[in-house]
């Protein structure tokens, strides 16, 4: 008896860190930026399960990411953070250039084309999915933006609404 509590203990911690159920992550990539740059991520969410939100994003290849969206606000497009991104099964949540994207401050490196960085995605239900991103080159576009320099465009705080 004591040997099944403690094995259910060591099971504990697998079951905490294991994939969203019904979640599918595709199409991750990004674009080729310098180190100390800010970066960004794009991909697509689908759920086949119960309903989920996406809240939160990590990446060891910078100091700090967000999940931002981008927004028209009277003609000046902006970028702000965004607390979470609901995702609905059968509607499939893209980010992608103009929209909703992962912003990856202080890269610590290099964003080589051609190469991969992994990505963490957390989830209100369910624990979290690692993926890949694989890195196009800088002028690298999936409509939207296009190769727009994200440098340049203003970042509204969680206040500016």
């Known amino acids: 008896m004591r040997l099944l509590f403690i094995a259910a203990l ?19 990539w990004s674009r080729a930026m310098p180190a100390g740059a800010t970066g960004v991520v794009y991909l697509t969410i689908t759920d086949t399960g119960a309903p989920n939100a996406l809240t939160g994003v990590a990446s060891p290849a910078a100091a700090s990411a967000e999940l931002h969206e981008t927004i028209n606000d009277n003609g000046v497009m902006k970028m702000r953070p965004v607390a979470r991104l609901p995702v609905a099964p059968g509607k499939p949540a893209t980010l992608r250039p103009g929209g ?13 084309a051609d190469t991969q960085f992994p990505v963490t995605l957390t989830f ?3 624990g979290s999915v690692t993926t890949m991103a ?3 080159a800088a002028g690298a576009a999936a ?9 340049g465009m203003p970042m509204g705080g969680s206040g500016s609404k």
Do not use: E, S, W
């Open 10 to 28: 060591l099971l504990l911690p697998a079951a905490a860190l294991a994939d969203p159920p019904g979640i599918q992550v595709q199409d991750v």
């Open 100 to 112: 909703y994207h992962i912003m990856l401050m202080g890269l610590k490196r290099t964003l080589v």
């Open 124 to 126: 209100a239900t369910g």
């Open 134 to 136: 694989m890195v196009k």
């Open 143 to 151: 409509g939207g933006m296009g190769g727009m320099n994200m440098q």
